[in-house]
């Protein structure tokens, strides 16, 4: 009832293209980000701004970034942690080299970094396609990896192959207290995610929907192949070398080469396939399900075993976090294969005709 | 109405902290229960909280604040480590008294947040090695022995079988090494020494998980070492001991990290084992008095950690028993100072363990004398450079071939404080004045 479009008129091409022609989405949207930029900071806890809203937001735009590559312009990818690793330690040594720099500057090159080794490794994307690809990234993820622990430099000679992130100041401001870290992180994620959205909806978003839904057509009306794809590559690599930058200095503070290993690459493909393949908001979904769901399930598990009053062995409850978890992506993988961004489509498609389904 | 959920649920898990009395000493159990390191997290886990438990069970306490503990699983994952540190800082009347993160990872990402929170961290015979520079890491304590200490150690236990260190000239050593940061440690220290003493050494990575082995195996077979120090964790340790038997390579000429050296790592490597030699800055064993009072206090009662009997006593577990002692003696430092009977705060913690004194005379008080060195803390040496004994597997246990050898800190310590020099340029970090310390 609420939900209902009757009555906008649009009378201009700028009102027929906005992102949210619904001008209920644009009130919700308005509300999300004032709850975002200010409820949120204002009222959540340490825990909840360092815990799990901060390492949520960056696995969103990692997880937008294999999205953008994956998604929307159909390269199948295994190299995301590799990207995130490149960023994170690139945006070190640009900080610790070139401290005049400034933040931003020295996350945008780390993100170049990144972009510029995506490229590489996009090349074989020319090629082959499908799992042949993944494999190809596979090695970019292996070798990466081997560079970041053989190559001290990158590490600042450090013995253990650990790097520390140094504080950083934005405008003169210390990005310290989880609540400070929290906002800029939510910022460099609300901006990108905007370019996203907005890239997608531009020619060369279209370029890369065309190349994904069939390549051999899209390269007959003139989509130059090369160009289309080392840009997704590049594009995607970028947002993924941001994210791993802001896991660096905004979530972890330290981090060993370790942590960007085939795992996570995994984990950021299992967020885009439950959130969705080729959404925007999937990628938000999807991240908030692998992040912040076992969390939520231990937290309720040992709630519950309190209330109740029964001692459950911690083993059984840790183990018991993952048999459900496992489960559930299961589950929705067998009820909506088109991710949770896709429920929430049906949800407001029915919510257009509520009460009055025909 | 999902954030009212949610803030109920927050609310919820909030208010038992609220209702808690006030008389407690919170310590938070963030180890791990699942995962291929789940023999060394629950083994160590266990220990601890089976310790506090026999304080709570015979004392009361300590001077009558309770111990009380939550546990949370860390995974050995660095995320799900920050996660159940910042679940459990503020826990109890005075949040979390100390946090033992017992992963290398897990430590490296909580030492900006500890230093923030004033919550000080232990990491007991792992961690950031050049965190034994006190000056420079006020709230990180690499207590007992650290990677590097235990590597000058080894060296020396080397030169005694050899017949005196000169006799190193010339004898070739291999370093197998987890290819992490943990493995890596240990990689300066040893080229370090091999330029003293003149021998040889080459760094085998062997990437992790570890479960295949055969080309650096093979590598050591063209090499022929005098000996092979292995530095692994988790199935990496039986596989080399399968890998070295496959070879031919002597186990008796093995030396492990004591991260290696459990009953866990040896038992599933078989008749491979037999021979092999590992570190400890602590002793297995079920008979030292400690060991028979939490036998008698808390499984006696039915309140042990452990379900399977047979890891009571096994070298995890007297790891975790030794952690427990550590921890509660620091508090019982503190408490002489701040205030006897009441709970203390993480900063008053700190001093505590910055002046924890553990000596023989305590030792035997506490009935550990066989189970871990007396122990000596500072403002400079947040480590205690304790000495290192060697063990062997006899096919069956680990029994003590050595004595307590000593750590080399002409070594050690010059290297940890240029390590934690660079660290305090890095991050603009001005080094305490120690004389200044009360």
Known sequence: MLYREAGQFKSSYGEDQQIFPIRQDRIAMALLLVFAFVVVPLFGNQYWLSALITPFLIFALAALGLNILTGYAGQLSLGTAAFMAVGAFMAYNFVLRMPWLGVIPSFVLAGLCAALVGVVFGLPSLRIKGFYLAVATLACQFFVLWVI?????????????????????????????????YLFTLSV??????????????????????????????????????????????????????????????????????????????????????????????SFLGAAFITLFPIMLNLATSGVSHALGVEVSHAVVSNLELIVFGGLIIFFLIVEPNGLARLWQITKEKLRLWPFPH | MKRITIAALAFALAAPGLSAAQNEQFVPANFYWVGPYAPGGSGFGGGIIDYMALLNERDG?????????????????????????????????TGATVVHPLSTGITYSLIDKSLADKIPLISLGYG????????????????????????????????????????????????????????????????????????QVTHIAVPHPGNEQQAQWLQVRQIKPDWVILRGWGVMNPTALKSAAKIGYPRNKIIAVWWSGAEEDAIPAGDAAKGYISAGFNLPGADMPVMKEIQK??????????????????????????????TTEAIRTAQ???????????????????????????????????????????????????????????????????????????????????SAAQYAKEKGITPRDCSKEK
């Not at chain 1, 140094?166 to 990005?175: K, R, S, V």
């Not at chain 2, 070739?172 to 290819?179: G, Q, S, T």
């Not at chain 2, 066989?370 to 000495?387: F, N, Q, R, T």
């Open chain 1, 149 to 181: 622990q053989r190559w001290g430099w990158i590490t600042n000679h450090s013995a253990s192959g650990v790097i520390t992130a140094q504080t950083i100041t934005l405008f003169g401001y210390p990005l310290t207290s989880p609540a400070a870290k």
């Open chain 1, 189 to 282: 994620v609300a901006v990108l995610a905007l370019a996203a959205k907005n890239l997608m909806r531009s020619e060369t978003g279209r370029a890369f929907m065309a190349v994904r839904d069939m390549d051999v057509a899209a390269s007959v009306i003139g989509i130059p192949m090369m160009k289309t794809k080392l840009l997704a590559f590049a594009i995607s690599s970028f947002y993924c070398g941001v994210a791993g930058a802001l896991y660096a200095y905004t979530y972890l503070g330290t981090v060993e080469p370790e942590a960007f290993t085939l795992d996570l690459s995994f984990r950021v493909l299992f967020m885009i396939i439950i959130g969705g393949v080729g959404s925007i908001l999937g």
């Open chain 2, 61 to 93: 306490g300590i001077n009558g604040v309770k111990l009380t503990w939550e546990k949370c699983e860390t995974e050995y994952n660095n995320a799900r480590g920050v996660e159940c540190y910042e679940r459990s800082k503020k826990k109890g009347p």
């Open chain 2, 128 to 199: 950031r090695t050049d965190a034994s520079d006190g000056r420079v890491f006020p709230y990180v304590f690499p207590l007992i022995t650290n990677y590097w200490s235990q590597n000058t150690a080894k060296i020396k236990f080397i030169g005694m079988k050899e017949g005196g260190m000169d006799k190193l000239k010339g004898k070739k050593i291999v370093n197998i090494y987890h290819d992490s940061a943990y493995g890596k440690e240990t990689i300066p220290v040893l080229d370090i020494q091999a330029k003293k003493y003149g021998f």
């Open chain 2, 297 to 326: 206090h808390v499984y006696g009662k039915g309140k042990g950690e452990f379900e399977d009997k047979s890891r009571f006593g096994s070298i995890y577990h007297t790891r975790g028993v030794v952690a427990g002692i550590v």
């Open chain 2, 336 to 418: 002489e100072r701040y205030g006897k009977g009441k709970p203390i705060t993480g900063e008053q913690m700190r001093w505590g363990i910055e002046n924890l004194n553990i000596s023989a005379a305590r030792l035997k008080q506490l009935g550990a004398s066989d189970l871990m060195a007396p122990l000596k803390v500072s403002c400079l040496d947040h480590e205690g450079g304790s000495p290192v004994k060697f063990m062997q597997w006899d096919g069956r246990k680990w029994s003590v071939i050595s004595d307590w050898i000593a750590t080399d800190q002409s070594i050690v310590r010059p290297m940890i404080e240029a």
